[in-house]
Each structure stands twice: as C-alpha cells, then as structure tokens.
C-alpha cells in the first residue's frame, strides 16, 4: 500500500484525560488535539467499540479542530497475533471514528500485561526490522491510513542490537512502507540516560523526509535518571531540536504532552498554580516557531486562548 504523507495541519496537544479537571483543553484554540485510543477504548469483552461516555466528548472535539489518532502502547509489536491486539479490535474503527489523516503508534514491545511494558524497545536487529515492518505493513492496510511509527524512551537496550536505533527506525519503514512520529524529548531522554546514544547521529540517521507528526515534552529526574514523564516545560535542548526538525522537515502537525501520574507514582503532579500557564506558554512557542520556519499561512493568526 502506497500512501503520501498528510497535508500539513499545525499545532496542538494531546487531549489527557490525566489532566481534564483542571486544565481547559476546550478553550484553546489549537489546530489539533491527539487522542489516545487506549483511553476512550471500550473494553475487549464488550460491545461497544468506544466507551460511551467519551463518545459526546470526542463529538464535541471533532466540531473544534482536527482529530489525531495515537495507540498508547504498541502492543501489536510484541508477540500477539495482529489480529487478537488491541490495534485490530478497536483502534482501527476508532480511527476511522475520529477521521484522524494518520495513526501514530508507539514502536516497542507489547504483550496482554500492557502497564508493564512501558519503556521495553524492541530488539534493534535485521530479524526484527523484518518482524515488526510485516506486522506494520498489515496494520496499515488495516488502518487504511499512514501509520507512523514513535520512538520511545527507554533506560536498558535489549540485549543482541545489531543496529542503533536510529538505523533500525530508517529501515522499519522502508521496509514496511510506514512512517515516523518522531518524540523530540525521547530522544533527548534516551541520549542522557544511555551513553552510546547521540542525538546528532539519530537527525542525521532517520529519514527526515517520513516524519509525519513531532512530540514536544519535558521529563524529570528521579533517582539517577531522567524520565519522559510529561510533567515539566519542554527544556531548551528539545526547542533546539525542534528548531532544527522544523529547519530540515516537514512535519504535518506538532504536539505537546502533558500528563499526571500514568508513568510512575513519583511524577510530579500537574494542575499546581502556574501549571496552566506554563502549558499554554509552551503552546504559543510552539506555534510561534511553526509559524516562523512554516509561514503564516500554516497557522490561524489568532491567540492560543480562544
């Protein structure tokens, strides 16, 4: 299945449930919300394909803005029959639900125990490039869309690499035919944490001309390491990089992350006073660069708070 990469759409954030109470997602005026499918998914043993109290949430958003899809864990990437994974079951009518241009999906391993798997790569070797591209290949054509493959975060390579991450990403989807969500702040993660790994090498690796979508996101540091945990500003370091993916790409949308506890009991909880302003400062800088390397005409003129 051949499919072009999605026209540009702009700039928005991924619509956390985590942080619903507090912080106003339905007042800004963005140009896109992401949606994770996992949480307005109903349940596997049940009849309904969303759950039907996200179902008047999501009719309202659809009437706002474009509508993104993203499947939380990847889980289709462990070692499940495609057609038993969450992705095949529910997701693939919930995109289509969403009328999302694409689905992003991450790119490590899965199983049933899904909470568990959170930060678990994939084996960068030619044998796996092989397994995951067939199973991508499979799951596109089921989505009937573009499925873009997102770099995760991750403290440990699995054992038996015969390739940097970088390359292992580039051959997946020439392989499968796919493309990539490239999470700016994982790599910035995975370069702190893990000393063989270089952010140069991975820009300079991957084909820029395939990044559909670009994640902003800060993290924190907690016993040693430093975590994606989505509770903090987007760090200069990331806006750097950012300023160069906007310099050498095309990305079709750009998307800021902000969650509560979901990675680990020791994330910083958001909603404190300042926290909303934080949010929406990283959103008018992420627009406003957009807008400088993309031209105004990619983005509404209008204030981030509608």
Not at 34 to 58: C, F, Q, T, W, Y
Not at 126 to 145: F, K, N, P, S
Not at 263 to 272: A, E, F, I, N
Request: glycine share 6%.
């Amino acid at each position: 299945m051949h499919l072009r990469k999605p026209d540009p759409i702009g700039v928005g954030i991924q619509y956390n449930p985590e942080i619903l109470d507090w912080f106003p997602f339905e007042s800004l005026d963005v140009d896109l919300f992401e949606i994770l499918l996992d949480n307005i998914m109903a349940p596997l043993d049940g009849p309904h394909v969303i759950k039907p109290s996200s179902r008047k949430s999501i009719e309202r958003l659809r009437g706002k803005c474009t509508l993104l899809a993203h499947s939380n864990y990847g889980c289709e990437f462990g070692f499940t029959p495609l057609e038993h994974t969450a992705a095949v079951r529910r997701h693939v009518a919930l995109a289509r639900m969403l009328d999302s241009p694409w689905v992003a999906d991450h790119c490590f391993y899965g199983d049933n125990s899904w909470l568990d798997i959170w930060s678990s790569p994939v084996q960068f070797s030619q044998a796996e490039v092989r397994r995951c591209a067939e199973h991508a290949r499979a799951l596109q054509a089921l989505y009937g869309i573009p499925l873009a493959h997102e770099n995760a975060a991750y403290y440990l390579p699995c054992p038996g690499a015969e390739m940097r991450e970088a390359e292992f990403m580039a051959r997946l989807v020439e392989q499968a035919g796919t493309f990539l969500h490239l999470d700016l702040h994982n790599i910035y993660t995975n370069s702190i944490n893990l000393s063989a790994f270089s952010l140069r090498d991975y820009l300079d690796t991957i084909p820029l001309d395939r990044v559909i979508a670009v994640h902003l996101a800060g993290g924190s540091w907690f016993e040693g390491l430093y975590h994606d945990w989505h509770d903090s500003r987007v760090p200069h370091q990331v806006w750097e990089l950012y300023e160069e993916v906007l310099q050498r790409a095309e990305p079709a949308a750009i998307i800021l992350e902000y969650q509560g506890q979901a990675h680990h009991p020791d994330t910083r909880v958001l909603g404190r006073a300042g926290d909303a302003d934080m949010i929406v400062e990283d959103l008018e800088k992420a627009r406003a660069l957009w807008r400088k390397y993309r031209g105004a005409d990619c983005v509404r003129d209008e204030g981030v708070i509608a």
